[in-house]
Every structure is written in C-alpha cells, then in structure tokens.
C-alpha cells in the first residue's frame, strides 16, 4: 500500500524515501579539441604587420622577426607606438573580461613601459594614445569587457626618451598573456 509521496508501507512499517537516490553516476562522452589561437573561444588575430601565428599560437615581434616588418628593432631614446597589433575577440557565449599579464602565474603587468591599451574600433594610423582603457593585469578593474561575439584592438607605447614619473623599470617583457573571465552581466 501506497501512503503519501516518497513513502512506502513495508510490512506495518513506513519507510520514508524523500529523494529517488542518494548517489549515482553515469558515464558520458566529452568531446574537446585544442586549437589554434585563430579559432579558439578567445580568438586573437594579428591585425599588423607585429603580430603574426607560428604554429597555430600568436606571437608578437618588435624586433624584425616578422618579414613584413621591414626593419630589426626599435633604436634607444626614441618613443614609439603601435596601434592595431592584434585583435582580441569573444567567440564563446558569455561575456567575459580580458587584461594583457607579464606573467603566467601572476596577473601583473611588471613594466610600465611598454605600455598596453585597447580600443573597441581600429585606430589606424591616428595619434591616440589614450584609447579605451589600459592594460593593468587587473582583469576586473581593466575594463576591456566583451560580449559574445564582440572584440578589441590591441595597442603598444614604447618609451625610450622624455622619461616621466610613469618609468619604473623599462625591461620589456618576454612573454605576454591574454587573460579573460566571465563577467556577470545580470546587473
């Protein structure tokens, strides 16, 4: 006899079950494939003549190794900046911050110089230096949000000469890293 929801009469005895189970498991398939950073869920796209892919991954070059550049370096005490290096776009379907690191482990853009900025548009060949928003290495507090299917432009200013109170340490940095996370967009 039946008595109540999750309930069962077992012998003059009710034996309360208030869930179906306790445990369970079930094995499923998981499909997932590396690619390459041009059609990944965070796709960076070189968009100069700086950027460029060797072997699926993005590498950045101010030092002549890419053919196009024309040149092999940057000469001590000038100041430069380049605008439109690469494109950072959001192929997955969440909205998502990014920040540009120095370090692996260490969300932190060591050097103030060179100095990382976005904007949402192109710059082309025009003089801002301001942009959108800076690079820090702070994923929330940078501001660089994009939305599914949204991207940025990615842009360097490097200073050699009229050094200002911004100068800590001039070493660039060997290895730069794209960070993102999910961003709540619920309000």
């Known amino acids: 006899m039946l008595i109540g929801t999750g309930s069962v009469a077992v012998g ?3 034996v309360f079950g208030g869930n179906a189970f306790n445990i369970a498991r079930a094995d499923r398939g998981i499909s997932v494939q590396t690619v390459g950073d041009n059609s990944a869920f965070l796709t960076l796209i070189p968009t ?3 950027a460029d892919y060797e072997d699926s991954m993005l590498q950045l070059g101010f030092d002549g190794s890419f ?4 040149a092999s370096g940057l000469p001590e005490d000038a100041n430069f900046t380049f605008t439109d290096i690469f494109a950072i776009r ?3 379907q969440d909205s998502i ?3 540009l690191s120095e370090y692996y482990n260490a969300v932190d853009w060591d050097t103030n110089f060179p100095r990382a900025y976005y904007t949402y548009e192109r710059l082309g060949t025009t003089s801002d230096k301001m942009g959108a928003g800076e690079f820090t290495g702070d994923v929330s507090g940078d501001g660089a949000v994009l939305s599914p299917g949204d991207e940025l432009f990615v842009h360097f200013e490097f200073v ?3 050094e ?3 100068i800590n340490d001039t070493a660039e940095p060997n290895t730069v ?3 993102a996370e999910a961003v709540n967009t619920d309000g």
Do not use: C, K, P
Not at 67 to 70: F, H, K
């Open 12 to 14: 003059g005895m009710t």
């Open 48 to 50: 100069s003549a700086y």
């Open 67 to 70: 053919g196009a550049q024309n």
């Open 90 to 92: 959001n192929e997955g």
């Open 97 to 99: 911050a990014v920040t």
């Open 160 to 162: 050699g000469r009229d």
């Open 164 to 166: 200002d109170s911004r």
């Open 177 to 179: 890293s794209v960070y």
